[in-house]
């Protein structure tokens, strides 16, 4: 059911360009959600704009590490498999924010270009996914999943405080790595749990971004700030969650299935 929750995602992404990028109350709401950190002084927004610079790399250079590890390992063909989806996130991204989602003039809402996803945010989190991926399952893997979180939504934040990307951008970005993150759980052996791939539940959380934007049309100040960290942690939570537990190992010959 990996492509279950791949269409959730998907689902996700598009509703949310629709409302946010496509109506007159979304673009308005994201025009001021440059502004939700201005309480924030000059030195302080700088400071978070350099972070966002520095994130990138540091998130690449963490997960060519843990990548050299399992190489040691011989791991080659899932690292190979990583890459790749990570190459295929990475490609898609330009391709879908300049010619598929289009960004009509709809009046002065901040800047005119558009930015929906943010590619920052996508090469974190997706790089943060593989490293995620790539640990030895236990406490290794669960801290890994901790800082995936805490990166992306580091870096979300500094990309919307530093004014260079609004809010539906980087919470699409979250979305659209969430994509491909059930089909980075399948690099190796193993498969995706089944009870965390249901239909129903993939449909309905797919539902939970857009409802949550959509009621937030008529809220602004608080309520915004409140949706940044709606939007991107309950996507980065699913999708990493979704990476850190899908596989399972092979069981060696002779073993037995475990009782339920």
């Known amino acids: 059911m990996r492509l279950a929750w791949s269409v959730a995602f998907a689902m996700a ?3 949310l360009y629709l409302l946010a990028v496509r109506t007159v109350p979304g673009q308005t709401r994201d025009a001021e959600s440059m502004s939700m950190f201005a309480w924030m002084g000059t030195g302080a927004r700088s400071a978070l704009g350099a972070v966002r610079y520095v994130l990138p790399t540091v998130t ?9 590890w399992a190489l040691m390992l011989r791991r080659w063909r899932e690292v190979g498999y990583c890459a790749l ?7 898609v991204t330009g391709p879908l924010r300049d010619l598929v989602f289009s960004r009509p003039y709809l009046g002065e809402f901040g800047y005119t270009q558009n930015s929906y996803p943010s ?8 790089f943060a996914l593989v490293a995620v991926r790539l640990c030895p399952a236990g406490t290794a893997r669960r801290l890994a999943a901790w800082a995936a979180v805490a990166l ?5 934040v500094a990309s919307v405080a530093s004014y260079a990307h609004r809010l539906s951008d980087v919470v699409g970005a979250v979305l659209l790595v969430g994509v491909v993150a059930p089909w980075l759980a399948r690099a190796g052996e193993g498969g995706v749990r089944a009870h965390r791939l249901r239909l129903g539940a993939a449909v309905l959380w797919a539902a939970v971004i857009p409802v949550a934007w959509l009621s ?5 100040g608080p309520g915004l700030t409140a949706l940044l960290c709606l939007g991107v942690l309950a996507p980065a939570v699913v999708a990493t969650d979704v990476v850190a537990h899908g596989p399972r ?12």
């Open 249 to 260: 190992p092979r069981r060696g010959r002779g073993q037995t299935k475990p009782p339920c």
């Open 119 to 126: 590619r920052h945010v996508v090469l974190v989190f997706a």
């Open 216 to 220: 937030a049309l008529l809220i602004s």
């Open 13 to 15: 992404l598009v509703l």
């Open 85 to 91: 989806l990570t190459l295929l996130v990475l490609g």
């Open 60 to 68: 690449i250079l963490l997960t060519v590490a843990v990548a050299g």
């Open 152 to 156: 992306t939504l580091l870096v979300a």
